[in-house]
């Protein structure tokens, strides 16, 4: 057998179809040339400057809502769609996240439990990035435990009329379509609040210290008024918008291993270059050590995305696996971009380098989505069959 790339030790990408590759590519290329060269200008902004700019690129790329089909969507398979998230996190987490809110949450709601014309108004033009849309679920005093949301919809006449607040909804501030969950007499419900709607407002969230790259922000609803077809019709009770994360979480596991590649890669460029003690520092064993252990974690977290993708694509996926890849591979991400920090030295700690940002990011990672320990619990519930949430 030849020695194993230090690219892809495991030979996964081999096992790729050659639509699968020529998408991961395309991602890829689209990634070096747009995203690299300007996401540490971003991130040391904290935001993205033109952000209706970069959603038609996406768009054009054909990344937003690429695994739905139809309505202008690509119908692409779970594990193109996965690489294309891998891709897009190896650049920055908050573009992978740019492109998980559109098409996994706001779209996939709308594609979901949409009625046939909420489906044609937005999802052609979501599809393209000519409108952006954001999905309101957390809230200030409701982020693990979602179902005790305060946000009510209330019915007066043929309207609803909507009050509460949503918090670090990405995109919040720059959507023209609001995704927001509310309770009703009837449980939890889904409502498409376009922007500029009386009533309606979105703060962006400053001074965050991790995911800089992307749009944060709290959405306000003071006697928002909206006539009856604003609600999402097939939407019912909490799993409705549980069902939509266990898309974006997804998009997660896939990303997440990105975020480790990117890590590892310029770790292993970096140790091979700098030199102290007359040797570089990839000579050390204690740096070979490093090296091994994130050779392991990137390449395990690819064999779990790419099963957990396989099995999506047979349509055989359980959430429990999802929490399963997003439990390891947001950790090994984790443990990854602290130990490429770590080789890298003073000049790990500043943007000329990757690997702190991408550890920055990552705390966000592991807390959005369900965080590491509602993560650990759906798994403990999985494999006990005991509920330890409560
Ligand atoms: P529980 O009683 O377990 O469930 C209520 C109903 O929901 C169903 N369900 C699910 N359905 C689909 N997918 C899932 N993953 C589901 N989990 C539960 C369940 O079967 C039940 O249905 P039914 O018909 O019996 O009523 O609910 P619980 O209140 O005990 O909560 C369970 C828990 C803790 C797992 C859940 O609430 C949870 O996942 N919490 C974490 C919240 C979270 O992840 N929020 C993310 C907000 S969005 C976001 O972060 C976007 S980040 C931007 C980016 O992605 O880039
Ligand atoms: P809490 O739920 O208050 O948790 C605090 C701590 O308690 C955590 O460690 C948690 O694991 C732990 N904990 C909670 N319950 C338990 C338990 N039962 N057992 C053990 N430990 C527990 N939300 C959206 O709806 N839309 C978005 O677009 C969106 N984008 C985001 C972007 C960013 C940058 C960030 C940071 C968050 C975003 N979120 C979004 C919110 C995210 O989903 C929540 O932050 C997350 O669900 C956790 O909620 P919380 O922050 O309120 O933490």
Known sequence: A????????????????????????????FAARELVPRVADWFDAGTIPDPRGLAKSFGDLGVFGMHLEGYGCAGAGAVAYGLACRELEAADSGLRSFVSVQGSLAMAAIHK????????????????????GCFGLTEPD?????????TRARRDGSNWVLDGTKMWITNGSIADVAVVWAATDDGIRGFLVPAGTPGFTANVVHRKLSLRAS??????LEGVRLPADALLPGSRGLGSPLSCLNEARYGIVWGAA??????????????????????????????????????VDVNQSALTALQIGRLKDRGDCHRDQVSFGKFANVAAAQRVARTARSVHGANGITLEYPVLRHMLNLETVATYEGTEEIHALSLGQAVTGISAFR
């Open 2 to 29: 030849a020695a194993p790339d230090p690219h892809d030790f495991l030979a996964v990408d081999g096992t790729l179809s050659p639509e699968e590759r020529d998408i991961r590519d395309t991602v890829r290329d």
């Open 113 to 132: 439990f949409g009625s046939e014309k909420q489906k044609a108004d937005w999802l052609p033009r979501m599809a393209a990035g000519e409108a952006i």
């Open 142 to 150: 409701s982020g693990s435990d979602p179902g005790s949301m305060r």
């Open 215 to 220: 749009i944060t922000a709290e959405l306000v």
């Open 258 to 295: 990105g975020a480790a590649r990117a890590c590892y890669e310029a770790a292993r460029d970096y140790a091979l270059t700098r030199e102290q003690f007359g040797s570089p520092i990839a000579a050390f064993q204690l740096t070979q050590r490093k090296l091994a252990d994130m050779l």
